[in-house]
């Protein structure tokens, strides 16, 4: 019974490039959250998905990053032409539809931006 | 909106000793709250949660937290710390509704001396 699963584990991208984030929830988990973690800080919350809608993203940037939850594949978090104050550890969680709280985190993604 | 600070940035305790992670909360309704651990380079791990019912909450691995309404605040205790509970701790709130989105404190890194 495989966890929340994120890829990359790391990423590094240069400056202006653009970089996709994967996160495949639990098996039978139909909500999908994103976090971010900047170095020092608690995490933030980004946007919550259900499968192909956008439930609350009021914690997301308002230009350059967008997030989506496909009805087949992982959910995809995406940060187009990244700055170095993009750097950060980016988490999923998931939890099943019915049970607010349920979560469940992956390991995160640490992007880099050099 | 809700808030949560956790006052203690670092704590060092000796193994075996007893430990006390501080957390307070700001929320105009009762609030969930939830512990999570993070070990260096994980995501994080879910050590107990509170929704509602008896304020002694036992989690994992020994730690067990109180809410107390009055003062605000959900303290994690142990009382005998292991070399392995060195980690970073962080107290989160959740608020009522569907979003189930938490909001975090800025975390407390344990350091365990032996």
């Known amino acids: 019974n495989a966890g929340v699963m994120q890829n990359p584990r790391h990423l590094v991208r240069r400056r202006g490039q653009e970089a996709r984030l994967r996160c495949s929830p639990m098996?039978?988990?139909?909500?999908v959250y994103w976090y971010r973690q900047l170095p020092e800080e608690g995490l933030k919350f980004m946007v919550y998905l259900q499968k192909e809608n956008i439930i609350d993203e009021s914690g997301m940037p308002k230009e350059r990053f967008s997030a989506e939850f496909p009805k087949e594949g992982p959910s995809i978090l995406r940060i187009q032409q990244v700055v170095r104050g993009d750097s950060a550890a980016y988490f999923c969680a998931s939890s099943p539809a019915g049970q607010n709280y349920g979560y469940t985190f992956g390991s995160g993604t640490r992007l880099t931006v050099v | 909106a809700q808030s949560v600070t956790q006052p203690d940035i670092h704590i060092t305790v000796s193994e075996g000793a007893s430990l006390e992670l501080r957390c307070n909360y700001s929320y105009g309704a009762t609030p969930y709250l939830f512990w999570y651990v993070q070990s260096p380079g994980q995501g994080l791990q879910l050590l107990l949660k509170?929704?509602?019912?008896?304020?002694l909450v036992q989690g994992i691995k020994g730690f067990e937290a109180e809410f107390k309404r009055s003062q605000s605040s959900f303290n994690l205790r142990k009382p005998s710390v292991h070399w392995s509970d060195a980690a970073e701790y962080f107290c989160a709130v959740g608020t009522t509704g569907t979003a189930s989105k938490l909001t975090f404190g800025t975390g407390t890194r344990l350091q365990v001396t032996l």
């Open positions: 098996k039978g988990h139909s909500h």
């Open positions: 509170y929704f509602s019912g008896d304020t």
